[in-house]
């Protein structure tokens, strides 16, 4: 298959391992990956903070570099910005831009996948090879859970990683508080949520707190440092990157 | 705000709502209905199930044959001295029960219901799945306050008025008479969630099932 | 269908629909208060359990769902017309029908309507809180006895409720033992904290009041246009005895609780209870079509409420809002009200349906508080997956955002905004915004940067922020490194 990638802002700016591991999985499972260059933002902080007449150059300019029919698919290593491409773009482009647009828009967004729906329902694989010898406890994300229903997918995934002890994380539905800009403009109420999500991460004794969003991972990874838990945060696609050579080589 | 009642008040908010309308056109509509209606359990299952609802609520229930339901009823109220009952109450229900007998109407008051020790009705329907009783003031059951004000309300319900779910129990009901839903005896769970039975309702619901078993 | 001139956008409306503070300010008191936090978080977290298995337990609870969805809609499409079949009815049936386009006029109204009585009994009703009618009531010399327990426990303590179906969520037994000795009449000095006992003696308290009273006040939960019919859904027994007891009987509803038809009372009656305490069904559920003679009220008036409901119904996403049967199940499932409680919002209508409600019925230009209420939400979708009638709540939040921004963006963040726009337009400009972010190494350490100046102080008040990496994702798929990695892990293949 011809899969392009979008890094997403914050994955290629902040997060590029997690983006080049998505890369990997996808080359070891034998497909084409393309990344066009001219790729930046999806606009979903935009939208979500009231600009969405800001966001409609990002949303046109997302169309602009996926829409190409040659792109079989989109992937993304982010459960929001998925969310936002198929649910979000669609109410931007219908504001601000014209039909031709609109349906350009929902043709590429149709095309659109978070990492572990496509590799789980497009491409029918639940092991990828990969070894992570490591306590890990998976958080869902808002996102991927309820815009996307990913369900157990991630889950499937993880439970096929050899070496890896995946632990329950307790009340794992439950919203880590970044929300974009909310953990700005509600900052108490957000770190608020996020004690309830670190104390939960605490009490799985886990090496890592995994989850398919980089900004989830940035908000909680972040109090976690804070707090010198010595516990880290490693984006789901990190843990299907790895394998026992490069964890010989590391 | 004055002078803007009546039938003015009504034209003002007649006129936003259709101001409100033409500035955002409504889509059509058709609701979807595959939701479970007209769903039918045999007899025994639903009696089972009503009961079993029935308790959940901390009702007290008790089946018997219809031939025994005066028996029953004398039995369950036991030493109730002043029992209040509709006038379209078959009568032969209370035949066994050593009770004085106050039949309600009109000019009964509020104190007279007060002091009964017990009341006993009939019931419209009754919802198996949700443990539901409706009363909807026929001759058997009688105004609402008679089932409201004394402490303990005894409760007759006929097996053939048992049906499986809402939409069933709706259908058999007479919308322009008083209706009264009653599942369980009246609670409260607003101290700390933690549920308390009996507040101003009867604080004792007994449901006696007449079967023909 | 003709109209007279163009169509105007509706008044929005009054009452008690705004706080003081905007969001933030007031969470920020109420997320110090641990005694809060801990009553809210047992409650919700209860309330969640039981609404979900006995929503569980409705192997059609989609479609019911969809169904209520569909007819609220619909109510809302063919209002007018509704309303007027409704308002006959009612009055066929020996009611009288009143229409108050505000908060105002519907006070005056209901003080009209008392005839001189110096006391009512009111069963809880969130219409009556939003029009501020107890505090008109008061003004006139009248008092008004709230009579659901928790509705009484808040007006004993002299405060405000908390959230839609349990007002009282934010005070524990020992607190509420506390104030009964203190506040009810004639009450036993021996009292303990026992839920039941506590019960028990707000009953001694208010049988009183039912007995003697002349005038109820209630709300409603449903109205049939079809027959006139008027439903309040309840567990206590205190709806029963004000609508049946005293001679007078006043209802307020707002215009948006209509049904269509009686039938459609077997999907409400539904997802209601379920819904909001996680029953099967509530204990007591009231229904009366104007005036029976010989049993109940001998004189019945309902008061219809605009009040912003038709300024909202002028919004064609945001008048979905109006779909609420306020059984406060996006209450109990939001992470933001678990922390921060209902009184933060506010408005009469707290929580995720508030977020969405308040803004709309009373406006929120400028510097109103509510205009932060759209923001108050990490926008976690658990609200709308809880929502019986499917109000899609996150995408509200987001509309009203928009809305706000368009009207009144805050001149910083706007700035930001469109830089961040401008920069992301083009990705010549995108490099080079990704290099001068890159330099946020410089404030790092250990590879963590522990403070920024605003607007992101907030972030690092109680996170770190990792730092940039050295390379980003382009330059490093741009590499020869990347090609070779990429090479490596095709040949590997699955094998």
């Known amino acids: 298959m011809r899969v392009a990638l979008f890094a997403t802002c914050l994955g290629d700016t902040m997060f590029p391992g997690a983006v080049a591991a998505t890369a990997k999985v996808l080359a070891r499972l034998g497909h084409e990956i393309v990344f066009p260059t001219t790729q930046t933002c999806c606009g979903q902080m935009h939208v979500n903070t009231g600009y969405q007449r800001e966001a409609r150059g990002l949303v046109e300019r997302f169309v602009e570099d996926f829409a190409d029919p040659s792109i079989e698919a989109v992937v993304v290593p982010s459960g929001s910005c998925v969310g936002s491409v198929r649910h979000q773009h669609e109410i931007v482009a219908r504001r601000y831009c014209d039909t031709a647009t609109w349906e350009r828009v929902h043709a590429t967004a149709a095309k659109t996948y978070e990492l572990c729906e496509f590799l789980v329902d497009v491409l029918g694989v639940s092991d990828v090879g990969a070894y992570f010898p490591h306590r890990v406890t998976y958080h869902p994300t808002c996102h991927s859970l309820r815009m996307l229903r990913v369900g157990e997918k991630p889950l499937r995934l993880l439970r096929n990683v050899r070496e890896i002890e995946l632990v329950e994380l307790p009340e794992a539905e439950s919203c880590c508080g970044f929300g974009g800009t909310f953990a700005v403009k509600n900052a108490e109420t957000s770190t608020a949520m996020l004690a309830d999500k670190m104390r939960h ?20 990874g972040g109090g976690l440092s804070r707090l010198s838990t010595g516990v880290g945060t490693v984006h789901i696609a990190e843990i299907l990157a790895a394998t026992e050579s490069r964890e010989v080589t590391r | 705000m004055t002078g803007k009642t009546g039938t003015t008040g009504k034209a003002t908010v007649l006129g936003r709502i259709r101001d409100a309308l033409a500035i955002a056109p409504p889509a059509p509509v058709t609701v979807p209905r595959a939701y479970r209606t007209g769903t039918e359990l045999p007899s025994p299952q639903r009696i089972a199930l009503l009961a079993e609802r029935l308790r959940d609520y901390r009702a007290s229930v008790h089946e018997c044959r219809a031939t025994d339901t005066a ?23 209370l035949a066994e029960t050593g009770a004085e007998i106050r039949v309600d109407g009109p000019e009964t008051s509020v104190a007279a219901l007060d002091a009964l020790d017990a009341v006993v009705t009939g019931s419209a329907v009754s919802c198996a799945e949700t443990g539901t009783i409706f009363l909807d003031a026929g001759p058997d059951q009688g105004r609402r306050a008679l089932t409201l004000v004394p402490d303990k309300h005894l409760c007759v319900v006929d097996a053939s008025s048992v049906v ?3 939409p069933e129990a709706i259908a058999r009901l007479e919308p322009a008479r008083p209706i009264t839903l009653i599942s369980g005896p009246s609670a409260t769970s607003d101290i700390e969630l933690e549920r308390v039975e009996g507040v101003h309702g009867p604080r004792t619901l007994v449901v006696v099932l007449r079967t023909d078993r | ?49 039981k609404r979900l298995a006995a929503a569980g337990e409705l192997p059609d609870w989609e479609a019911l769902r969809d169904a209520g969805s569909a007819i609220k809609t619909q109510v809302l ?43 009512v009994v009111k069963v809880k009703s969130m219409a009556t809180q939003e029009i501020g009618l107890n505090e008109h009531l008061e003004s006139a010399g009248i008092s008004a006895f709230e009579t659901d327990l928790a509705e009484l426990i808040v007006q004993l303590a002299g405060d405000t ?8 969520i934010h005070r524990n037994r020992a607190e509420i033992r506390e104030l009964f000795l203190r506040a009810m009449p004639g009450v036993d000095p021996d009292l303990d904290d026992d839920p039941a006992n506590l019960a028990a003696a707000a009953r001694r308290y208010l049988r009183q009041k039912f007995m003697a009273a002349e005038v109820a006040i209630s709300g409603a939960n449903f109205g049939i246009a079809e027959t006139g019919t008027l439903t309040v859904v309840e567990s206590e027994g205190n709806g029963r005895m004000c609508l049946t007891m005293p001679r007078k009987l006043i209802t307020l509803m707002g215009i948006e609780k209509l049904l269509p038809r009686f039938a459609d009372l077997e999907v409400f009656l539904q997802l209601l209870p379920r819904s909001s305490t996680g029953e099967r069904m509530n204990p007591y559920t009231s229904m009366w079509t104007g005036v ?10 309902l008061v219809l409420l605009d009040n912003g409901r038709s300024a909202t119904l002028a919004d064609e996403i945001g008048r979905s809002a109006l779909h609420c049967i306020r059984c406060s199940a996006c209450l109990n499932v939001c992470p933001v009200y678990e922390r921060t409680g209902g009184h933060a919002y506010g408005s009469t209508y707290p929580g995720p349906i508030g977020a969405v409600l308040s803004p709309q019925l009373a406006g929120m230009a400028g510097t109103d508080p509510n205009a932060s209420l759209p923001y108050a939400s990490s926008l976690c979708g658990a609200c709308y997956d809880a929502c019986p009638v499917k109000i899609d709540i996150p995408s509200l939040l987001v509309e009203l955002r928009h809305q706000h921004v368009r009207e009144a963006a805050p001149r910083g963040e706007a700035a930001i905004m469109k830089a961040a726009a401008a920069a992301m337009g083009d990705s010549r400009r995108w490099e080079l915004a990704q290099r001068a972010a890159g330099l946020g190494r410089l404030l790092a350490r250990d590879g963590w940067i522990r403070a920024l100046p605003p607007p992101l102080r907030g972030w690092t008040g109680a996170r770190d922020l990792p730092a940039p990496p050295k390379q980003t994702f382009r330059q490093w798929w741009a590499s020869p490194q990347a090609r070779e990695e990429l090479r490596r892990e095709a040949e ?3 094998g």
């Open chain 1, 201 to 220: 991460v605490l009490d799985t004794r886990a090496e890592f707190c995994a989850a398919g969003d980089s900004s989830c991972l940035m908000h909680i």
């Open chain 2, 71 to 93: 028996a029953t009823i004398a039995r369950i109220l036991g030493p109730a001295r002043r029992i209040g009952c509709p006038a379209g109450l078959p009568r032969d229900w």
């Open chain 2, 164 to 166: 499986a779910g809402v």
């Open chain 3, 1 to 49: 269908m003709t109209f007279l001139g163009t169509p105007e956008v509706p008044p929005r409306g009054t009452g008690n629909l705004r706080g003081t503070q905007s969001f933030p300010e007031a969470a920020h008191d109420r997320l110090a208060d641990s005694q809060l936090r801990r009553n809210l978080g047992k409650a919700t977290r209860t309330i969640r359990a």
């Open chain 3, 77 to 119: 499409a063919n209002l007018p017309e509704l309303l007027e079949t409704f308002e006959q009815r009612v009055t066929e049936r020996g009611g009288t029908v009143h229409w108050a386009p505000d908060a105002a006029a519907a006070n005056e109204i209901i003080t009209g309507l008392l005839g001189g009585a110096r006391e």
């Open chain 3, 161 to 168: 409720p908390s959230h839609i179906l349990v007002p009282a």
């Open chain 3, 292 to 301: 029976t003679p010989g049993d109940g009220p001998e004189e019945f008036h």
């Open chain 3, 492 to 494: 590997r293949g699955l």
